[in-house]
Each structure stands twice: as structure tokens, then as C-alpha cells.
């Protein structure tokens, strides 16, 4: 469940197209933060995924797309504040969608020592929420919470700390008790 906290009004982008750009693939907190800004602006943009928010940045640096929506957790999240050529033009708290870790859903026995894939920004939950009896052999990472399904999904890690969406879109299951963020996501237009 998605929990709209608060909204400071986005103000207006300049020229270009009114698409929205954001971290992808389908799956991910950031699009459903893209999903929530697309209601407060006028004519429904189309949302555009990236594998990096730096891709997104660059579509917005070409006019590809109109605004930017970046998770504050976001390790690098301070290039683009500190960027002269893009402004932050809003901010709003929303929950993320649940959290948890999940494995294949037609996975045999897992093993007491699996490996995990997330997302860097969130890895503090794999703490969190590895069920008691799991020690890891091994963290790795991907650039979003759905790639980190995907590679789950593809058979190249036991474990992901992925999002609802994400899971249900790779047939993944969770093994874990679930959670949101409660997460703070910045708007960036060009300046």
C-alpha cells in the first residue's frame, strides 16, 4: 500500500516533453513515485524507465523528458543537487511499496548460506529482514530493487531484496516479513 504523507508542489519544468523519467525497470519504488507525481501534473505524462537515474538525468539534460524523480536514499542523489544545469522543483514523502526478500518460486531447497542481490541504497533491510537460520555468503548489488528480482529470477543469486511489484513480475516469493520505506523523493527540472 502506497502512503501519499506529504506534498510540497512541484513547480513548473520548462519546454520539452511532458514525460516523467525515473529509475527502472517496471517494478520499482521509483516508478510508483513516478505513478504518484504523474496525478499532480496537468495532461497524465508518460513515465520513462532507466537502468541508472543518471540515464534519467541525461534525458532531462536533452529534453527528453520533463522531470526527474530520484529516492533521496539515493547514494549519489547529491550530484545532481549540486548540478548547475538542473533544479530541484519539488520534493514529496511517500511510502515505498513492501519490501522483503524473496527467491524463486519453483527454487528447491535453499541453502543456509544463500547469496543475495539488492539495490545499495536499501541493503540495511537484508539485515533486517533475512529470516533467523540464514547466514549469507555473499551481498551482491544492482542498480534497482527489480533488476535485483530479475537476477533472482535468472538464476544468478538465492535471494533479492526486491519490492512487491518486482516479485510478482519474476515469480519470486518472499521468505521474509515484509516492509515499506517511508521515503522522501525529489523532482528535478532543468534549470
Known sequence: MTVELGWIDVRPAPAGSPAIGTLGPEGTSSEQAARLLRTRLPDGPSIVLRATYEQSVQDLRSGTVR????????????HFY????????GVF????????IARRADGGVLSDRPSVVTHP???PLVDQL???????RDVATADSTSQAALAVAERRYDLALT????????GLR??????PIRMVWSVFVRS
Open 67 to 78: 522531470h526527474v524523480v530520484v529516492a533521496n536514499a539515493y547514494r549519489d542523489i547529491h
Open 82 to 89: 549540486m548540478a548547475d544545469d538542473i533544479a530541484l522543483a
Open 93 to 100: 514523502v511517500m511510502d515505498t511499496p513492501l519490501y522483503g
Open 121 to 123: 541504497s536499501p541493503r
Open 130 to 136: 533475512l529470516p533467523p537460520g540464514y547466514r549469507l
Open 163 to 170: 519490492t512487491e511489484p518486482a516479485a510478482a513480475r519474476h
Open 174 to 179: 518472499f521468505i521474509s516479513r515484509l516492509r
